[in-house]
C-alpha cells in the first residue's frame, strides 16, 4: 500500500519570501504521479502542481514548482514571492498508472504574515 | 467549461435517517470519485466510477453506503442509517484522458450526524 507523510503540519511565511513544504511517499512502484492540492479554508481544493515520476525535470507552475528526488521518494513544493492568498491547507498526494485513486498526505497548514 | 458541482452543499441529519448526496463531474470527464475528509485530515478514498461501471471501493465503504452513476454521468452517494461517525466533508473529483491521473474536485457536501 501506499504512503504520503507531511511531516510539517504549520508553516508560517513572510509575504514575498519563499517557504518549502516537504512530503515524502513509500511505494513500490516505478511510475505514479505526485499531486500538490491547495484547500483554502472552507473552500474547494484546487490542483498546484502535478509531476510525472518517469520525468526528472521538475515541475514548476508559475511561483510554484517542485523538488523531485524519486530514489529519496521526496516530493517537496517551493513557493516564491509568496501572497496573501497562497494561505491555505496543503496536501500532497499520490497516484499510480493502474490505480483510480489518490493517497493523500496529512496536509500541511500554511500561514502567510503580512 | 464548469467545474465540477455538489449537492447540497451541507447536510445536518440526525442519527438513523437516510442521506443522498448528487455530484456532476465536469463535462465529458469519465471518470468520478467520491472521497471522504474528517476535520484536519487528507481525504479519504471511497470509490470511484469509470463510466457507469464502479471500479473500486474502498474498505471505508461500510455496507451503508452505496454509490451510484447510472447513466455515466451524475453520481449518488448514499449513506442508510446514519452514525455520528459518519459526520465529515464528502468531496467529487473527476477526470479524463489523456490525464486520467490528474483529478479536479467539487466544493464538498459537508455532513453533520446530530
Known amino acids: 500500500a501506499q504512503t504520503v507523510t507531511q511531516s510539517q503540519p504549520e508553516m508560517s511565511v513572510q509575504e514575498a519570501e519563499t517557504v518549502t513544504l516537504s512530503c515524502t511517499y513509500d511505494?513500490?512502484?516505478?511510475?505514479?504521479?505526485l499531486f500538490w492540492y491547495k484547500q483554502p479554508p472552507s473552500r474547494q481544493m484546487i490542483l498546484v502542481i502535478r509531476?510525472?515520476?518517469?520525468?526528472?525535470q521538475n515541475a514548476t507552475e508559475n511561483r510554484f514548482s517542485v523538488n523531485f528526488q524519486k530514489a529519496a521518494k521526496s516530493f517537496s513544493l517551493k513557493i516564491s514571492d509568496s501572497q496573501l492568498g497562497d494561505a491555505a491547507m496543503y496536501f500532497c498526494?499520490?497516484?499510480?498508472?493502474?490505480?483510480?485513486?489518490?493517497?493523500f498526505g496529512q496536509g500541511t497548514i500554511l500561514t502567510v504574515h503580512p | 467549461d464548469t467545474g465540477v458541482s455538489q449537492d447540497p452543499r451541507h447536510k445536518i441529519t440526525k442519527r438513523g435517517q437516510n442521506v443522498t448526496f448528487r455530484c456532476d463531474p465536469i463535462?465529458?470527464?469519465?471518470?468520478l470519485y467520491w472521497y471522504r475528509q474528517t476535520l484536519g485530515q487528507g481525504p479519504e478514498f471511497l470509490t470511484y466510477?469509470?463510466?457507469?461501471?464502479?471500479?473500486?471501493k474502498s474498505r471505508l465503504l461500510s455496507d451503508r453506503f452505496s454509490a451510484e452513476r447510472p447513466k455515466g454521468s451524475f453520481s449518488t452517494l448514499e449513506i442508510q442509517r446514519t452514525e455520528q461517525g459518519d459526520s465529515a466533508m464528502y468531496l467529487c473529483?473527476?477526470?479524463?484522458?489523456?490525464?486520467?491521473?490528474?483529478?479536479?474536485f467539487g466544493p464538498g457536501t459537508r455532513l453533520t450526524v446530530l
Open positions: 466510477f469509470q463510466n457507469e461501471a464502479q471500479l473500486e
Open positions: 511505494t513500490s512502484e516505478s511510475d505514479y504521479y
Open positions: 473529483a473527476s477526470s479524463s484522458p489523456p490525464n486520467t491521473d490528474t483529478q479536479y
Open positions: 463535462s465529458e470527464h469519465n471518470r
Open positions: 498526494a499520490w497516484g499510480g498508472t493502474s490505480y483510480g485513486k489518490l493517497t
Open positions: 509531476q510525472e515520476a518517469y520525468k526528472q
